[in-house]
């Protein structure tokens, strides 16, 4: 069956960075479109970034420049880079794909950018 593990996540100081990485498995990791979200406490969950074959990507605005969403095939895992860090990404970030009119989700990875 279709499994996502995510991992990287952390405590960072304002301005950090942290690469959070997505494992999948039980289906053609290379053929899919992979998505990373976040849902930030008390709020709705966000889309973030997605990549769709080797390297065309896109990324939300307010995370553009800061954040580098890549897969490795090989290695059947997806990552996403953060750089300079802010308060406000701090939320639980999760890996997703949409198979089959279904989607699937990792258990997510906890991110919190704190002084």
């Known amino acids: 069956q279709v499994q996502l593990v995510e991992s990287g996540g952390g405590l960072v100081q304002p301005g950090g960075s942290l690469r959070l990485s997505c494992v999948g498995s039980g289906f053609i990791f290379s053929d899919q479109q992979i998505n990373w979200f976040r849902r930030a406490p008390g709020k709705e969950r966000e889309w973030v970034a997605a990549?769709?074959?080797?390297?065309?990507?896109n990324h939300r605005p307010s995370v553009a420049g800061r954040f580098s969403i890549s897969r490795d095939n090989t290695k059947n895992t997806a990552y996403l880079q953060m750089n300079d860090l802010k308060p406000e990404d701090t939320a639980i970030y999760y890996c997703?794909?949409?198979?089959?009119?279904?989607?699937?989700w990792g258990q997510g990875t906890q991110v919190t950018v704190s002084s």
């Open positions: 990549i769709v074959g080797e390297d065309m990507t």
């Open positions: 997703n794909v949409y198979i089959s009119s279904q989607n699937y």
